[in-house]
């Protein structure tokens, strides 16, 4: 197995995890998780995905994201194994970190 493997995470796994990140949700399938964010205004929702695709690049990792006005919604899921896995937590964790500085 090589470092770059990505192992899709168990139900099990997910249920852990899902525990660690506030307020997302686990799609009934288990294939991806999912969190809308409100923001005062468009500047701050605009600015916050701005900080979240620098990490997103670094991780190799993009989210699935839609903005309109202050609202950003977000589903999260490692395309490259139909399923999640660590990035996609270790992404909503950046996520909300960025989202609760910048309050």
């Known amino acids: 197995m090589s470092k770059k493997t990505i192992l899709k995470f168990l139900k099990e796994d997910i249920t852990k995890n ?47 994201w839609s ?12 395309h490259d194994i139909s399923g999640l896995s660590k990035k996609d937590f270790l992404m909503a964790s950046y996520m909300d970190q960025k989202f609760m500085s910048g309050k």
């Open 18 to 64: 899902i525990k660690k990140i506030d307020g997302w949700t686990v799609k009934d399938d288990l294939s991806s998780i999912y969190k809308i964010f409100i923001f005062k205004g468009f500047k701050e929702a605009f600015s916050w995905m701005t900080l979240v695709s620098i990490e997103a690049e670094k991780l190799n990792h993009h989210p699935n």
């Open 67 to 78: 903005n309109v006005y202050n609202k950003v919604e977000v589903n999260l899921s490692t």
